[in-house]
């Protein structure tokens, strides 16, 4: 058996921060080019990427704690997998929107879009490492017949001595 539980709580803290810092850039990255009153279709998902993964967060850290039932090692497999492409359809998808914009000195948010486009790329480095410890775990325990979870993928919370 693959032991991932050592990974889990740093790499869903790192999602969840970059999470939240994708977020509020392509939040503001929307709003600024809503002024216009469209916004181009990248920024918006990579702002839907940023909910969703907010959301599939909520799910990777509370059902293997509270709902172990719901923990399923295929499920979690599947999550993490689709979250994985979003974030690399997203953040290359953005990026070359802005190559086919360039950026001039006057523009006013080219710092903050380019931006937006890296912590997209680190997010979607950060799920390729959450998707191949999740297929680790997925295929170490293959054929094993069980509905219920393994304790590898729980959050546990750090107890001291």
């Known amino acids: 058996m693959v032991n991932t539980q050592v990974f889990t709580i740093p790499l869903r803290i790192a999602q969840s921060i970059f999470a939240i810092i994708e977020l509020g850039l392509t939040a503001y990255v929307v709003n600024r080019w ?9 920024a ?18 509370l059902a293997p704690l509270k709902f172990p039932r719901f923990a399923h090692k295929s499920a979690i497999l599947g999550i993490e ?13 953005f990026a070359v929107l802005l190559s086919d914009i360039g950026c001039g000195s006057g523009w006013w948010g080219c710092r903050v879009n380019q931006a937006a486009a890296v912590f997209g790329a680190f997010e979607w480095l ?31 919370p750090h107890q001291t001595v």
């Open 81 to 93: 997998a689709v979250t994985m492409i979003f974030w690399f359809a997203g953040f290359i998808a």
């Open 126 to 156: 950060l799920f390729m490492f959450s998707t191949v410890l999740s297929m680790l775990y997925y295929f170490s325990a293959r054929g094993k017949h069980t509905t219920t979870h393994d304790p590898n993928m729980e959050v546990h």
């Open 44 to 61: 918006n998902f990579l702002l839907f990427c940023s909910i969703w993964t907010l959301l599939v967060l909520i799910y990777l850290i």
């Open 34 to 42: 809503a002024h216009g009153w469209w916004s181009p279709s990248q």
